[in-house]
């Protein structure tokens, strides 16, 4: 009984005087600053909204008026501009400049309708992907910053 009294002890002195956690120091000195390096952080951002202001109802808020619903639709041939309160409008692509037509027809919508900025381009499967952001660029041009696409079969 007494030897193992010894051996318990000298097995914990063993132990006690053979632990050296200065490697595993230098590993986490190492680790933590390249693990903060490569690290991904997100940038957070706020979305504005406006709320109506106090002791406007729903009823009058939403005005006897649709929404337009603009939309330009890329064909091979022509554009198309249509909306809820637009007669349907289609510019010939064959013609001498259909870019500088469509961003003048683009112009007088949003000179009869001020209060929209919301654009859908719709295209078909085979668009060409300048032809979609050439439109794009019009029509921020025109003043009509949100643009939405769609892709038609």
Known sequence: MNSRRTMGRSFRSLVENDLDIMPLMNLFVALIPM???????LNVT????????????DNQNAGPEKPLHLAVTIRNDFFVI???QLKKLVIDRREEDPNTALAAALGSVVASHPDNSEVMIISESDTRYNDIIAVMDITRAAGLPSVSLLGAN
Do not use: K, T, W
């Open 46 to 57: 706020v979305i504005d909204m406006d709320s109506p202001p106090e002791g406007v109802s």
């Open 82 to 84: 249509e909306g809820n």
């Open 35 to 41: 693990l903060l390096i490569s690290a991904v952080f």
